[in-house]
């Protein structure tokens, strides 16, 4: 029989291991990302540090991608819960082909964050932009 | 009968040496076990300071509450090798927790009471626990902690954002009245000091409340967690996670979408 310990780690791995949201490319929709980011990271029983961590790291690639995004275009983030950590990525449709700068504070703050941050210009016709982060299980 | 400072200092003179044991002790059990002793000796001055601000339109469980708390985080900050006696460390850092509370208590109306103690006890276990481990705890050592279901544990830390929302407009200039701890970090920290700013960030940084600024500092230029935050500058990991988030939220207001 397993544990509770277990048990209800399998529950939280099954309810939280893959999360997506679709949603308009607009601010208005940072509170419900950043009310699943939290959902996501307390279900990996990640520290209470890194759960806050994870919420503003979200909250800060989305505002990136929504600044970039063409008018009236969907936002999709995903969220992917492993034993490693959790990855986020959002994505939607760019406005001119532009990338986030690596020099701004915003960058910086996703760096500080959290272990990994990428951006990129997906194939397709109206070219994604993509932003990506990890968040290690033990920081 | 009136307590003044004085008889009110005899009263926990056999506690001091306690500090100074506690500050030599590197056993974890018997830390703990002195931490108790001495949160649950100045218990008193926690009844004292809630008793003054009595009848101010809060109830005075929830004042003796958020005393307690302040208690448990004076006695956690206080450093006997300063020189200063406990009281004169304790009783501005508890009045101030009691001060942040009536400031912050427009969430009263909204939030249910069994989840403001939740919160409230969510906010000090993480407090002790961080003492304990040397790092944040996870919701799952929480809810060891506490007795409490995990579920429970995770509905008290969205509570925590739920405040959030409501408090975003309302912490703003006061923030200079509060801690004098926090106003005299900036001053006296060097190294906040020596922080090389983005460029666009320097004059808007310059602008944000003492205590935003000591925040956003040492967690995107010192390299601290929000908990080793929560510590130096005399507040809970959750406050601590809510002016962050409401500083960003401002700088981004400020610095336009794409900051």
């Known amino acids: 029989m397993l544990s509770g310990g277990l048990r209800s780690m399998t529950v939280s791995e099954t309810a939280h291991n893959r999360v997506e949201l679709r949603l308009p490319a607009e601010f208005g929709s940072l509170p419900v990302v950043r009310g699943v980011a939290a959902t996501v990271a307390m279900g ?96 | 009968m009136p307590t ?117 006890e969510i906010s000090s276990a993480t407090g002790a626990l961080f003492q304990q481990l040397g790092r944040a705890p996870s919701p799952s050592e929480l809810a060891r902690h506490l007795d409490r279901p995990v579920e429970e544990i995770y509905e008290g830390l969205e509570v925590a954002n739920a405040y959030q929302a409501m408090s975003v407009d309302e912490s703003r200039e006061d923030g200079e009245s509060e801690s004098p701890l926090v106003r005299s970090l900036g001053a006296e920290d060097p190294e906040l000091a020596k922080v090389d700013y983005h460029e666009s960030l320097r004059p808007l940084v310059a602008a944000l409340p003492e205590r935003e600024r000591t925040i956003l500092t040492l967690r995107f230029y010192g390299n601290m967690t929000q908990s080793q935050i929560a510590e130096k500058v005399g507040l809970s990991q959750m406050h601590v996670s809510r002016l962050l988030s409401q500083t960003l939220q401002r700088l981004r207001g400020k610095l336009g979408p794409e900051m």
């Open chain 1, 44 to 139: 990996a029983d990640l520290t209470v540090d890194a759960i806050a961590d994870l919420r503003l790291a979200v909250d800060e690639v989305c505002s990136q991608v929504i600044a970039l995004a063409r008018p009236g275009a969907q936002l999709t983030c995903a969220f992917h819960s492993t034993a490693a950590g959790i990855r986020v990525s959002a994505a939607a449709p760019s406005k001119d082909g532009r990338l986030p700068s690596a020099d701004s504070f915003g960058w910086h703050v996703l760096r500080t964050l959290t272990d990994e941050a990428r951006a990129w210009l997906g194939d397709g016709e109206d070219h994604p932009l993509h932003v990506e982060i990890l968040k290690r299980n033990a920081s």
């Open chain 2, 4 to 120: 003044t400072e004085r008889t009110r200092s005899s009263e926990y003179d056999h506690l001091a040496p306690l500090f100074v044991e506690l500050a030599a002790c590197t056993d974890p059990g018997q830390r703990a076990a002195l931490r108790d002793k001495l949160v649950t000796g100045h218990l008193p001055l926690a009844e004292h300071i809630a008793v003054r601000f009595s009848n101010r339109g809060q109830p005075t469980d929830d004042l003796r509450q958020v005393a307690v708390v302040g208690v448990i985080n004076a006695v956690d900050r206080f450093d006997p090798e300063r020189g200063t006696d406990f009281l004169s460390f304790a009783i501005p850092t508890i009045m101030g927790e009691v001060r942040r509370y009536f400031r912050d208590s427009s969430w009263s109306i909204r939030v249910p009471r069994r989840l403001k103690e939740l919160h409230l």
